[in-house]
């Protein structure tokens, strides 16, 4: 394949991929701050501390999905002379973001908890406040399904992580329906419903940092993988020895390799470059890999 028509396959798969993103980010959007407004209202006619704080994470939810939508878009920009390999690496930072905002409302949700349990104030719930939890869950559950499911296919961890805080906020709309139904007299109802969601949206926070910093600071490809590179280098070169000292970095859907091939050392320098480009090629149509081979001769790996 030219070098110009893989340049404009990458080009339109990044534009499909950020279109594909903007239906779920756009839903959410409107969704979370008409949700706000709901929560807002119930939480203020009931005094609920739960309802108040879970009113602020929708909203969180809203700022995180701006934060996505910005990822995508900055992801979409061509490669420049600053940025050779493209900008989807901003949908990484974008998940960190979401990540640290996510941590931001755990650590309040727990203080307006506690401080609600320490003053022994109950909270009056009402028809109002269990409808609007109901609608809550219903749509968040919607949201996560729509932002998790568009996010797999289109291999999005922003996406992904804002479909998790969708059900996290879910989750949390739930656990308050359910401490509303059971029990409306309990004083510590309310503070006790508050901190257990609290610890939900940290575990959270946990998941999504950890998956975007793994990946922007590299990981190393699965056994799988490596298995399927070197049965092709196997099948395109079968003189080539076995391939080793693979190296994979992620920018987005732009993903660079590189590894080593042993080659006969009595080969001519042409011939081992005619080997090392068939390679290339063959790992380029069949993973979607740019890559970069490293061509050794026998004998410098049976001396080593």
């Known amino acids: 394949m030219k070098a110009y028509e ?52 929708t909203v969180s939810d809203s700022v995180t999905t701006a934060v996505v939508f910005a990822g995508f878009k900055l992801s979409k920009k061509q490669p420049d002379e600053k940025h050779p390999f493209g900008h989807e690496r901003a949908e990484k930072i974008a998940a960190l973001v979401i990540g640290v905002v996510l941590f931001m409302v755990a650590g309040n949700f727990l203080l307006l908890s506690l401080r609600r349990i320490v003053a022994s104030e109950p909270a009056e719930f009402g028809a109002a406040a269990i409808w609007v939890m109901a609608v809550s869950v219903l749509l968040k559950e919607i949201l996560a399904r729509y932002s998790i499911g568009t996010g797999r296919k289109i291999k999005s961890d922003s996406l992904i992580g804002d479909g998790w805080h969708q059900r996290s906020d879910a989750a949390s709309s739930a656990i308050i329906l359910a401490g509303i139904v059971a029990g409306r007299s309990i004083w510590w109802l309310d503070g006790m419903l508050g901190a257990l969601i609290s610890l939900l949206l940290f575990k959270t926070a946990y998941h999504v940092v950890r998956k975007s910093a793994s990946s922007i600071l590299g990981e ?35 993903r660079e390799l590189s590894f080593h091939i042993t080659l006969p050392e009595d080969i001519s320098l042409k011939e081992a470059h005619q080997s090392a480009t068939l390679i290339e090629e063959t790992v380029r149509r069949e993973t979607g890999f740019e890559p970069t081979v490293h061509v050794e001769h026998e004998k410098k790996i049976s001396a080593g």
């Open 6 to 57: 893989s340049e404009k396959i990458k080009e339109e798969g990044r534009l499909k991929r950020a279109q594909a993103a903007y239906k779920p980010v756009a839903f959410s959007f409107v969704s979370n701050i008409f949700l706000f407004l709901l929560k807002l209202w119930a939480g203020i006619i009931s005094g609920s501390v739960a309802i108040l704080a879970d009113a602020v994470h």
């Open 220 to 254: 190393s490809i699965s056994d799988e993988v490596a298995d399927m590179l070197k049965e092709i280098v196997r099948r395109t070169v079968p003189g080539a020895g076995e391939a080793h000292h693979f190296h994979l970095h992620c920018y987005g859907s732009h």
